[in-house]
């Protein structure tokens, strides 16, 4: 007979598979509390009451109103103003301590704005992966190269906006991590801030979303068609 997981053994097989999404993060790699309190936002932004309990979730979730207001809003500026957003800011300046200053509040409320229509969370799991899935059995992935490219070509932050919304609607519910959605967004700020400019071409935000959709189609579709 098989022995089921211990609830800790649980429990550290999570951690591992945490630690192991944070590493492949590139700003939020060395703020775990950050992105820590990223998805436990997310939780209590997302979940039902009886998914919480599944979870054991610290905290019960809050209204789904917060959630319904952030996927209303058209801007970061209007996403700035709601009560989700202010949550998720004030538990960043929290976890990061004094580094709060350094913060970008246009950047934290586009993660609000997009995390609040991600369905589900899939540790470890990757946008870009996700938008490059097979659509059924077509040999096609759920989104064209196409629109991929229009995403990858976003210049600003509304439009950034505007073009994953409709991504992630068309990935019809699929889980994915808000972890690493939201250190795709802030490392999109970054580079278009001057903040942060990765030396090696491989950690921009342009490769990484191309090697993760494009990996993904590989696995079904040859390169010649």
Not at 17 to 30: Q, V
Not at 57 to 86: D, H, I, K, Q, Y
């Amino acid at each position: 007979m098989v022995e089921s997981e211990t609830p800790e053994q649980r429990r550290d097989e999570t951690d591992t598979r945490e630690r192991a999404e944070l590493n492949r993060c590139l700003i939020l790699r060395r703020q775990p509390a950050a992105a820590g309190a990223i998805r436990l936002w997310w939780q209590r932004l997302a979940l039902t009451p009886a998914e919480a309990e599944k979870i054991g979730l610290a905290g019960r979730p809050w209204s789904p109103g917060l959630r319904a207001v952030l996927r209303r809003s058209e801007t970061p500026e209007a996403a700035a103003m709601t009560e989700g957003f202010r949550r998720l800011w004030h538990a960043q300046q929290k976890a990061v301590g004094d580094g709060a200053d350094n913060l970008n509040i246009a950047a934290w409320a586009c993660v609000a704005m997009i995390l609040a229509d991600v369905k589900g969370d899939a540790l470890g799991q990757s946008f870009a992966a996700e938008a490059g899935k097979e659509q059924g059995d077509t040999g096609e992935p759920v989104v064209s190269a196409l629109r991929f490219q229009q995403l990858q070509e976003s210049r600003s932050p509304k439009e950034l906006v505007r073009r994953l919304r409709r991504v992630l609607a068309m990935l019809r519910g699929s889980s994915l991590s808000p972890v690493l959605l939201a250190d795709d967004i802030l490392l999109w700020f970054a580079e278009r801030t001057g903040q942060w400019w990765p030396d090696d071409p491989g950690k921009r935000l342009a490769f990484r979303w191309a090697e993760a959709y494009f990996g993904q189609i590989a696995r079904y579709k040859s390169i010649d068609g």
